[in-house]
């Protein structure tokens, strides 16, 4: 069945520098959805990407869906304090299934 | 998220007994899910129900039970047959079918002693 990876599990920097987390799926998206989950809270929807190639921005924040429809990431640029927490991807091929989280943690 | 109401927030029972995890929401969304949260291994659905009276098994629906009798509720039964019970649950719901947004009630978390 589909399986959606999600790389690295931990990712421990100083303020200021960027992050990047990656997600993998075995089949074909045709979506994917991004989610950030406080420490001691729950997962709160952050974007959906659908195209093919599509680049999404938040703030500091780039969401790309990879041109083949399997992979995505999301790059936050100089991060702060705020940042800190779990990021989520989810893929959805008529079975949406969340990938294992990167936890961010912010050296200040 | 602030439509979904689950309680408590912490849970404590005795192992052998069963529990039942409520979710009500207002949005007023067909759907709901549950999943079980666990260090290091993501979000992992149980159960989801798109409409009224059905539901459906996720990935790891043994030891649970569900209901959707009404479309603001959807309990969550933990059986003395699921062997490892403690965790993090979280009740989602979306406007829709399982490729919607999620959105995520506040969570229970379940130690059985």
């Known amino acids: 069945g589909q399986q959606v990876m999600q790389i690295p599990q931990y990712q421990h920097v100083q303020e200021g520098e960027d992050f990047t987390t990656y997600c993998n799926s075995s089949?074909?998206?045709?979506?994917i959805q991004w989610y950030k989950q406080r420490p001691g809270g729950h997962p709160v929807f952050l974007i959906q990407?659908?195209?093919?190639?599509e680049v999404k921005k938040q703030k500091r924040l780039t969401f790309q869906f990879g041109e083949a429809k399997k992979n995505s990431s999301l790059h936050i640029t100089a991060t702060q304090t705020t940042d800190v927490g779990t990021y989520f991807c989810a893929g959805d091929n008529n079975d949406m299934r969340f990938g294992a989280g990167t936890r961010l943690t912010v050296k200040p | 998220d602030g439509g979904i109401t689950q309680s408590p927030k912490y849970l404590f029972r005795k192992e052998g007994q069963n529990v039942t995890l409520s979710c009500e929401q207002n949005l007023n969304h067909d759907a709901m899910y549950w999943y079980r949260q666990d260090p290091g291994q993501g979000l992992r659905l149980i159960y989801y129900?798109?409409?009224?009276?059905?539901?459906q098994k996720g990935d790891i629906a043994e030891g649970y039970s569900v209901s959707r009798e009404k479309k603001e509720s959807f309990p969550l039964t933990v059986t003395s047959a699921q062997k490892n019970p403690t965790a993090f649950y979280l009740c989602?719901?979306?406007?829709?079918?399982?490729?919607?947004?999620?959105?995520f009630g506040p969570g229970t978390r379940l130690t059985v002693l």
């Open positions: 089949t074909t998206l045709s979506n």
């Open positions: 129900s798109q409409i009224v009276n059905d539901f």
């Open positions: 989602a719901t979306s406007t829709s079918g399982r490729g919607y947004t999620q959105y």
């Open positions: 990407l659908v195209k093919s190639g």
